[in-house]
């Protein structure tokens, strides 16, 4: 009779156990965000700018031509997050996205990309575990820097989600790769963040947030890779895009949209914390957004500069 | 026993409280109600097409895609909501974990639109309909020319 009851007990203990390990966790994952955001100050008072979202194509390094695919801004922040040595590993002349070394790694040949970086990876995430195992030795970024509402969201031609043209429509005008919504682009050195590229104020503008491997194909690209878009916030906050495919999402009973193939409805944010994600605003302060926030309102804190610093979500 | 009866009434207790914690939980998006329907273009079904209903008083919006018939169901927030229909031209297909080309100059990414693009902003879209429990399947009808 007792030990039935102390069982009971017990077992109602395990989901509060549950829930303070997952405390835990998103402190954790909230911290690295913290610590990214230091980071990025840390290359703003160096450089006169936040680094590039990514450098996948377009501008000049070097004074030579046109150049891609060299690096996202991870790469960028490696040596403001402890990770010097690793930074002086990337060798800007060609593209890093596969790039080898052979020192100082044991095997004499490991691909930068495969170096796990905890600040990079949030504990919630299970996919984290999974990709372990992924091929071609990847590890990720739970952390994806902001485009906003960059107007320019496209569509996959072999993952159609005719979605696409609805989320379009949140977009700001003008918009596009090279002149972002947000502080962040893919697109290079075409355009690099200042502070004073920010006139709604840093901390009424998103900078950086959660994503997941499990739900997106760009993010799977790994944490060094110069194809990290960056999320639109034109994606409902954990829109669920994690079907590996489209075969798989229809047998589901959902559509293309639901995989994580589609360029649209996988480059948003997205986490594992009930409800909601962490958001790194530009000035450094971390705060978790409802989904269930207003989409307009949603759109205002991820447009630097479209005139509204709205409050209270 | 005495200890015995106690951890009972601790128990039955934290049973209790662990039911009315769970009232609270759930999906985020409390008294949602599901919208079935179906989208015509010129009094045709129109399948393949993504259908937003964006709630009264904000919130993310919620979306379907029509199928072969034209039909679409969602969980949509009560209240009048603004509605927007899109279709847009697809390749379809496998869906492996290509990543974007970097050929994607912005006058690639338009949308190449099936419909009068109008109805794929919920702002200019002139649909609405008041979402509530027990409604009828709504009916949108669509207008290739004005």
Known sequence: MVIAIIGILIALLLPAVQAARE???????????????????????????????????????????????RGSMHVRLLPFLEQQQLYQLFDFRNGTDNLRVSTP??????????????????PTDNSNRKLDTVPNQVQVSNYYPSMGPTYTITDNPSCSCPEY????????????????????????????????????????????????????GHVRAGWSHSNKWGAFTQIPINYDSCYPDVASAQAAGKTACAARCTWNTEVGFKSQHPGGANFLFGDGSVRFISQTIDHWTYQYIGDRRDGRSPSGY | MKIARVLVSVAVLMIVSVFLFLGCGGSGRPGAVR??????????????????????????????????????FLHAVPGVNKVAVAKTEAAGGGG??????????????EAKQLIPPKYANPATSGISFEVKPGMPPVKIELKSTE
């Open chain 1, 165 to 216: 043209a609805l989320w379009q429509s949140y977009g700001s005008p003008n918009t596009n790769n090279d002149n972002p919504a947000g502080p962040f682009t893919r697109r290079g050195w075409h355009f690099v963040c200042r502070i004073a590229d920010v006139p709604d104020g840093t901390s009424n503008t998103i900078f950086v947030g959660e994503v997941r491997a499990d739900c997106s």
């Open chain 1, 105 to 122: 790694f044991p095997d004499g040949n490991t691909l930068l990309r495969s170096v796990a970086i905890p600040v990079y990876l949030c």
């Open chain 1, 23 to 69: 405390a835990a966790r998103r402190s954790q994952c909230i911290n690295n965000l913290k610590q990214i955001g230091l980071a990025l100050h840390s290359y703003h008072d160096i450089y006169g700018s936040f680094p590039p979202g990514a450098v996948f194509y377009g501008g000049t390094d070097y004074g030579s031509g046109p150049i891609n695919n």
């Open chain 2, 96 to 109: 492996e974990e290509a990543l974007s080309p970097p050929e994607d100059v912005p006058t690639v990414n």
């Open chain 2, 35 to 72: 919208v079935t329907g179906q989208v015509t273009l010129d009094g045709k079904p129109l399948a393949g097409a993504a259908v937003m209903f964006t709630g009264p008083e904000g919130g993310a919006p919620v979306t379907a895609v029509t199928d072969a018939n034209g039909n679409f």
